[in-house]
């Protein structure tokens, strides 16, 4: 249903807790392809899915720790964009905003939003394989588009060190999925931004929420079916969308 945006502003002014839910394509416009878009270069060949799974690091240590290293890489040269920023905004002028985030990026706090959820873990962490102790690696090296980079070994076991994300096949974070299962719950307005919906369980979060009351609004560069009252769908780039909305 295309709503008015002046009952939409209305629906911003008069909120008491918007959960903000984000996927890839918040981080589009920062320069970080999306999981949809083909993996660039030499990662064109390889599928996500197939990467981002322990079976995929077990097949192939150095592959997956490589792609990871070039992800992390490129997120320190990539910078917030005006999605981001309007969503930390936000924060300054309604009483309770809670993003809820599927990204491994370090965008939104980068942007100034604080106490983010994160559903997928984040590239910026590390832990080891095997005893699952937490280990600071840095991005030293400069990873090539598509080289493979043995994984450092842990300190404590001697086991491979891999990301510090939820792989497809892992259980998401106890204590994050609360948290954003508890945000659902008492959100009055949800801006879901820039994801496909395709990923569960994160992707039941818009629905608790649309479930409990709250008015859910799409922002996606594709138009998103809406088939509910109380759920809208704006289209374009969640940069100029949301400045628009939230200015
Ligand atoms: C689990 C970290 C169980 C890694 C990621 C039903 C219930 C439960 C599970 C399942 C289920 N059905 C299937 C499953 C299994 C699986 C799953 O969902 N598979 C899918 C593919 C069908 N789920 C899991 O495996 C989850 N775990 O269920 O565990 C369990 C329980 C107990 C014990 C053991 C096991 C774990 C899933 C987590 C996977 N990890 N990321 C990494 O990043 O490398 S998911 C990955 O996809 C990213 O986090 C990404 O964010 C996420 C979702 O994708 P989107 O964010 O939506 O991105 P996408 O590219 O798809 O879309 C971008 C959108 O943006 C598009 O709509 C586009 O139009 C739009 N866009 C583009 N540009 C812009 C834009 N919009 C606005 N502005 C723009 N500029």
């Excluded at 994300?165 to 299962?181: M, N």
């Excluded at 307005?189 to 994160?202: D, E, F, H, K, R």
Aim: hydrophobic share 45%; aromatic share 6%; glycine share 8%.
């Amino acid at each position: 249903m295309a709503a008015r945006p002046d009952t939409l502003h209305d629906l911003v002014e008069k909120a008491g807790h918007i959960l903000v839910f984000t996927g890839a394509g918040v981080s589009a416009e920062s320069g970080i392809a999306t999981f949809r878009d083909a993996l660039t270069g030499l990662w064109a060949n390889n599928d996500p899915q197939q990467l981002a799974t322990p079976e995929g690091f077990i097949a192939d240590p150095a592959r997956v720790w490589g792609w990871y290293q070039w992800r992390r890489q490129q997120l320190l040269s990539r910078e917030p964009n005006a999605a981001h920023r309007a969503i930390a905004a936000l924060a300054q002028r309604v009483p309770k905003v809670t993003v809820v985030t599927q990204n491994v990026d370090d965008l939104h706090e980068r942007a100034g939003s604080d106490a983010v959820i994160h559903l997928h873990g984040s590239l910026l962490t590390t832990r080891c394989f095997d005893c699952e102790k937490p280990a600071q690696v840095p991005v030293d090296e400069v990873p090539l588009d598509g080289a493979a980079i043995t994984p450092p070994s842990c300190g404590h076991c001697g086991g491979m060190l891999r990301p510090g994300v939820v792989w497809f096949g892992e259980a998401l974070p106890e204590d994050a999925w609360q948290r954003a299962v508890a945000a659902a719950q008492s959100a009055d307005l949800v801006l879901v931004v820039g994801t496909s919906g395709l990923v569960y369980p994160a992707a039941q979060i818009p629905q608790l929420a649309w479930e409990g009351g709250a008015t859910v609004v799409h922002v996606n560069t594709e138009p998103v079916p809406v088939a509910a009252e109380r759920e809208h769908s704006l289209v374009g780039p969640a940069g100029e969308v949301l400045a628009e909305l939230l200015g």
